[in-house]
Each structure stands twice: as C-alpha cells, then as structure tokens.
C-alpha cells in the first residue's frame, strides 16, 4: 500500500512538473498556461506526421539550426491557413519537427505566421499578439516568394529553457532530437 501511495505521489508531481516545464520563464498567467493548453490539445493529433499532412500541411526540405543558439527543426506549412489577418490559435500554420535518432521526426512546437498587410518593412502597425506577446517581425521571406510577416513560436510538446516563445530551442538539433 506504502509503494502505491509513492507511487501515485510521484506521479501527481512529475505531472504538475510537466505543466511549469511549457510556462514562459517568469510568465506565471493563468490565462497563457490554459491558452497553451488548449493548443496542445487541439494540435496534439499531429505528433502523427501522416495527420498533419493529410490535414494539409506540406512539409519543407531544410532543417533549421543555428549553431550555439538552437534549432527549430522541420517547418510543415498549411498554406491555406496562411493571409488570414485573424489568428486562430487552435489552427497555427505551420508546425516544427525535430529529427529523431531513428529517422523520424517529432513534434516540438507550433509556429504562428501572419502576413503584414502593406508588405512594407518600415512600417508595423498591424503586428499581431497573442496569448499577449507580440509576434517577432517584421520580417521579409526567407525564401522566394514568401511575403513580408511576423512569426510567433510556441515550443508546446518540447521544453525550452530559451523560453515557451522564443524562435529557437537549444534542445533541438538538426542532427538528433536532444
């Protein structure tokens, strides 16, 4: 009976360890941590690369990493998400995946993306926010074709010590999954 009730101790507070491990540092709001929430639950069906993809989103070739800050990973795009100037935090547009050991990937974070209305550099009235952070931006394509935007990331299923909203995770590496 001694070994359950551990046993079940243990487990309640590896559970509310996971809960701080996805809160911005120095972020205690309520209102972000249930936010969150409900975006790893309404994303969490993409841990299967198949789901994502049959739900249109289309995956890129590249791995992003920067050495000595991080990285992303694979960026898996729904471009019929991308241009609507409302941001559905349920729906984000893109989704990162890290590399594995075994070849596979892994779901780590959403990418929230919204394209800046007078594609103008100079100006930045319309930047977005959510769950009251701003979006990172403005900021031109970074590769041919994509507009001028802001981005914001939300590292939901991989902890990050850079914090929940920052662009790159250094315990992610385009080589493994750390």
Known sequence: MRRILLLLLTVAAMMALAGVAFAAPGNTDRDVAKGLAKVRHATAKYHKVSRAVADGYLPTETCVEVPGIGGMGFHYVNPTLIGDPEINPLKPEVLLYAPKNNGKVKLVAVEYLSVDADQDLSTDGDRPNLFGVPFNGLMPG??????????????????????????????????VLK
């Open 142 to 175: 970074h590769e041919p074709g994509m507009p001028i935007h802001y981005d914001l990331h939300a590292w939901i299923f991989k902890g990050n010590p850079a914090g929940v909203f920052a662009d790159f995770n250094p315990k992610v590496s385009c080589q």
